[in-house]
């Protein structure tokens, strides 16, 4: 158990038979009344985003979460398999629990996040960038670089991401994750 006092980014919670997770909390102390805490969850099972408002003080259930590493090794129509880089067990995730999967690549590093009361896998946590390499994209035109634009480009794992016009095909480039935008080229 753990009381609002102990509220902070990424904490846990047990609530209405799901797992939640705090992306954003404050405390409020109005001139009138009593003080609250107003929090945003994500619900770690659908994904779901709410706001919820606790009382100062009001008792919740923690729900104990650890952060497995594990390697992708492949993906088919049972699901994305991947490896625990301790144990070398293998475990197949569905791909509504990874978000951005068209960003895995064979061998990457990421995190899982397993409820370690019931071991089951909840969530997929990609590395905040990701490098991959371009396998097409139009040849930019000499003299439109004055501009902002943009040209789409498809990356190796089948992904599109729209990127400068400077960028050529076979230029490796690194990906936000978050929100699966080109950030720059890598040297």
């Known amino acids: 158990m753990a009381s609002t006092a102990d509220f902070k980014n990424g904490l846990c919670l047990e609530m209405n038979n799901d797992i939640f997770s705090i992306v954003e909390f404050q405390h409020v102390k109005p001139g009138k009344g009593a003080a609250f805490v107003r929090t945003k969850l994500k619900s770690l099972t ?3 985003v709410l706001d919820k408002t606790f009382s ?19 993906a088919d129509d049972m699901g994305y398999h991947f ?5 070398f067990e293998q475990i197949p995730i569905q791909e509504k629990l990874i978000e951005r999967a068209n960003l895995l690549k064979e061998g990457q590093l990421v995190d899982i996040l397993v409820h370690a ?21 139009e040849p930019g035109i000499k003299g439109d670089t004055a501009t902002n634009a943009l040209k789409p480009a498809t990356l190796e794992t089948g ?3 729209m990127v400068p016009l400077f960028v050529d095909q076979d230029t490796m480039i690194r990906v936000d994750t978050r929100d699966g935008s080109y950030s720059e080229r890598v040297k």
């Open 56 to 74: 100062a003080g009001e008792k919740v259930t923690t729900a104990r979460v650890e952060k497995r590493p594990h390697q992708f090794i492949y």
């Open 159 to 161: 992904a599109t991401v």
């Open 117 to 137: 009361e019931t071991e089951t896998p909840l969530a997929v946590e990609l590395p905040a960038f990701v490098e991959l390499m371009i396998t097409y994209t």
């Open 83 to 87: 490896m625990d880089t301790e144990t």
């Open 46 to 48: 659908t994904g779901k």
